[in-house]
């Protein structure tokens, strides 16, 4: 390591980088012992950067060049199963072609994390940003934590392997950040030391691993209709697990980088007689058009959601509870459902509740449009209107589509 | 090292138990219990989905005296290297000790030569060290029978069946093993289930050969291929004998045959041994048949003269040809 | 766990369905498969120990280098050893009595 590098990751520092490049950053720090990737728009900065750090001897990690999506999931899952801490990095299509093995990763308990660059799915196809293909996996068993802005990338990028890896989860983790919105964004970074990074993520250590010396197992064993069911039920119940560790991993989090990263983040929500909810870099449009409301007289407020799986229902419905009016903010269609994700898991968490706010379901931002104030005002308009607060079931209410003038 | 004698092999643990699930008869686990006995290093493996894998790993029992790892289908190959690569790494840093494993992928013809060709080439081209083993039953028997790239023209099977219109499988076959010397991997052969020194041998070199290296065992099917579970070894003999399976071998690049035929027997006695082909003993099909013996002839010629051997007298058959 | 109870609650499961006992299909006595089974005329063998290498079940069982019995709790009666006796001294018999019929 030259004498530049060796100063650098002695000390925190603020870089300015793209969310790709903290997300490579991060990675460096964690150290994978494999990491098995394919590139695609908008993550390839990702494995680029991470390349060049193999490349320059800065990594200890394997990298193995896989021919396709799927190979890079099989290759992570091989490397975990050997013992080993496992990475990758996707988008879009990327993630589609690998869906497979999602929830084998998941099934067998293999803490693989995964660097989601959020990307519209085909057809039509479009390398931007969307969610589509983070809604699509929500529910393979993956623990996912979604960021706004460089910054979370790489904080959450840090928190991955320490969440992922805790022996009460052992479970696969995204993390998702906004293709070409977060990725390709240069902001300001503020980067941990490596010995702090490496002290905070610890050490890989399973329990049952193949190249275990001393021991034979078998993994990825079939089940018959005798013990499938109890296999998924305990991957579930651990599923659960997610939630306290990932707390817990936050308040430390905080602890070593001074940064405060909740599961939510909610904004201006405390006396809000509506609310906005909604994942990732929307954040900056979505504030700015609270704002503009407030300003209005209007009690507006929004709740970020960052720990999307395990959803945090109580918590969730707790942030809520004050409100009359809930627009669910999708950056993905669900076609044909009666509601599009977010709002589906908005409105089970409040389910119970008495008195339950009206619910519209908003989506925004297909194929890379940038949210943009506007889109939001609109929808916040909506539901300051009594006549128009409530969503029809099924029905999903557009921001900043050109429908032609109709309804 | 352990010597190729049966009665020092016997003394070696077997890497696979009893009790397992495949058929009576079936080559299959001959061939996998041959393959880790000769192995010198101890073997941590993966398996993809496919009748060994089914029978082999029925939660919550195995029937594997190794670790092993089935994740899906398709890719067995990868499943292997991601391990071979995290063994690395894990050396590297400090936290497993450098003894010697040998890494291995089992998969059958349908997840080598069709649905996991691809992570198949891949895993090949980037050089990793471990050995890919083809278990080739010539169609996806674990699924019922279906026609795979391994399959050879005019074979009956449950999606290629025998119907008034067409008589079977209508393409040749994929020839995997040529194509994966195409990679130029250090070491590549065929094999067959019953010639058992052949195929330690091969397994021997396979291991020592530094790099990627494949195996594509022969690997008779009593229920798909229609023929008592009996006479499984004298069918693996047949298709040597026959042409219909040479065991040669690549190494660095030069192809060696290992076992030359005075004369090849004619198809026809491959067809009559097993009842898969009974529809091509009849009247009308009689091109099938002519046909693929022009492709088996086609082949071998080739071969041979891949070998360098095409111009050469054969010598006497060796006796377990 | 090496035997199929199947009434493990989902609590009680090692995690990620890892099977921890190796080899543990010995449980599993397949010899209820066969309906004949190999007798071996030992006089006559010379212990080539070529039915061991290709039994698919590895029922030939070998001591000491010489081949000792036949292990009938797996032994699914394939045949193939009676086949591949080079001095043809395995015989296949039916494990029930074959009756006349009336």
Same mark, same amino acid.
């Given at each position: ?33 494999? !990491? ?75 803490? $693989? ?52 890896? /805790? ?14 919105? $977060? ?8 980067? +941990? ?55 817990? #991993? ?39 058009? !609270? ?75 297909? *194929? ?40 | ?20 699930? +495949? ?17 010198? /290093? ?47 790494? %894990? ?28 992570? %198949? ?27 795979? *790239? ?20 209508? #393409? ?21 289930? /019953? ?19 494949? +195996? ?41 045959? &290992? ?43 080739? %071969? ?18 | ?26 449980? &599993? ?34 001591? &000491? ?38």
């Amino acid at each position: 390591m030259v004498a530049k590098d060796k100063k650098r990751a002695a000390a925190s520092q603020s870089l300015a980088i793209n969310g790709a490049e903290a997300v490579a950053y991060a990675m460096r720090q964690a150290e994978p012992d494999v !990491v098995a990737a394919y590139p695609i728009t908008p993550q390839t900065l990702i494995i680029e950067k991470f390349s060049e750090y193999v490349a320059d001897g800065l990594v200890r990690t394997e990298f193995v060049e896989v021919e396709s999506e799927h190979a890079a999931m099989s290759a992570c899952i091989g490397a975990a199963v050997a013992g080993g801490r496992a990475a990758t990095a996707t988008a879009g299509p990327g993630l589609a072609l690998m869906f497979e093995m999602l929830s084998v990763a998941s099934g067998m308990r293999l803490p $693989v994390v995964l660097h989601l660059a959020t990307r519209a799915f085909s057809a039509p196809l479009s390398i931007l940003c969307d969610h589509s293909d983070l809604m699509a996996m929500r529910e393979q068993g993956w623990i996912i934590m979604c960021g706004a802005n460089p910054q979370e990338a790489y904080d959450q990028a840090v928190l991955a392997h320490r969440i992922a890896e /805790h022996p009460d989860v052992m479970l696969p983790f995204t993390n998702a950040l906004d293709g070409f919105g $977060v990725t390709h964004v240069v902001e300001r970074v503020d980067v +941990l030391p490596d010995d702090a990074v490496r002290e905070f993520v610890g050490e890989y250590q399973p329990e049952h691993y193949a190249l275990k010396p001393g021991v034979t197992q078998t993994f990825g064993a079939w089940a018959h209709r005798d013990y499938y069911f109890e296999l998924r039920a305990q991957t579930a119940e651990a599923f659960r697990n997610a939630l306290p560790v990932s707390e817990q #991993a936050l308040a430390e989090f905080r602890e070593i980088s001074g940064r405060r990263l909740s599961i939510l983040e909610p904004y201006r929500l405390e006396d809000a007689e509506l609310a906005l909810v909604f994942l990732g870099s929307a954040d900056g449009a979505v504030k700015a058009a !609270v704002d503009a409301a407030r300003d209005e007289g209007v009690r507006a407020g929004a709740l970020r959601v960052r720990l999307y799986r395990p959803f945090p229902v109580r918590a969730v419905a707790e942030a809520l509870s004050g409100v009359e009016a809930v627009g669910t903010l999708d950056r993905a269609l669900a076609i044909g459902s009666p509601g599009n994700g977010l709002f589906l898991d908005v409105a089970a968490s409040i389910a119970t509740r008495r008195g339950r706010p009206a619910m519209k379901s908003f989506v925004y931002g297909l *194929g890379g449009r940038d949210p943009a104030k506007e889109h939001f005002d609109a929808a916040i308009e909506q539901l300051a209107d009594p006549e128009r607060r409530e969503g029809v079931p099924g029905m999903t209410a557009y921001l900043g589509l050109r429908d032609g003038g109709n309804e | 090292m352990t010597t190729l004698r049966l009665r020092d092999l016997a003394e070696k643990p077997s890497g696979l138990a009893c009790g397992h699930g +495949l058929c009576a008869g079936c080559a299959e686990p001959v061939a996998v219990r041959q393959i880790l006995t000769a192995l010198e /290093h101890p073997a941590v493996a993966s398996v993809a989905t496919g009748c060994f894998e089914v029978a082999t790993t029925h939660y919550p029992t195995t029937a594997w005296n190794i670790p092993v790892v089935h994740s899906a289908f398709e890719n067995a190959a990868t499943t292997t290297t991601g391990m071979e690569a995290a063994h690395k790494a %894990l050396v590297r840093k400090g936290k497993l000790p450098p003894h010697p494993i040998t890494f291995l992928a089992f998969g059958g013809d349908g997840a080598s030569y069709d649905i996991g060709f691809q992570w %198949l080439s891949g895993a090949l081209e980037r050089g990793h060290r471990f050995i890919y083993v083809c278990l080739n039953n010539e169609a996806y028997m674990n699924t019922g029978i279906q026609r795979s *790239g391994a399959t050879i023209k005019g074979t009956s099977t449950t999606t290629t069946p025998v119907g008034q219109a067409v008589p079977g499988k209508v #393409a040749w076959r994929k020839d995997l093993t040529a194509i994966v010397a195409a990679h130029r991997i250090p070491y590549v052969a065929q094999a067959a289930a /019953h010639n058992w020194r052949d195929l330690a041998t091969k397994v021997r070199k396979a291991e020592a050969c530094g790099g990627p290296a494949f +195996l594509n065992v022969l690997v008779p099917c009593p229920r798909g291929w229609r023929y008592d579970s009996a006479h499984t070894m004298q069918i693996s003999r047949l298709a040597v004998e026959t042409g219909l399976w040479p065991l040669y071998e690549v190494e660095n690049g030069v192809y060696r045959l &290992n076992v030359r035929p005075r004369e090849l027997k004619p198809v026809t006695e491959w067809i009559q041994s097993q009842r898969r082909f009974a529809h091509l003993l009849r009247k009308g099909n009689e091109e099938v048949v002519s046909d693929i013996q022009a492709n088996v002839d086609r082949e071998w010629r080739e %071969l041979l003269q891949r070998c360098g051997i095409a111009d050469e007298k054969p010598v006497e058959a060796a006796a377990n040809g | 766990m090496s035997t199929r109870r199947g009434d493990e609650g989902y609590r009680e499961l090692p995690i990620g369905g890892v099977v921890l006992d190796p080899g543990s299909t010995r449980h &599993n006595l397949t010899g209820s498969w066969r309906s004949e089974h190999p007798v071996i005329d030992l006089e006559e063998c010379v212990h080539c120990l070529i039915c061991w290498e290709l039994c698919p079940d590895n029922c030939l069982v070998v001591v &000491n280098g010489k081949l000792a019995s036949v292990d009938l709790d797996y032994c699914k009666g394939c045949g193939i050893c009676a086949m591949e006796c080079p001095r043809k001294c395995i015989e296949m018999v039916p494990d029930l009595p074959i009756e006349e019929s009336a």
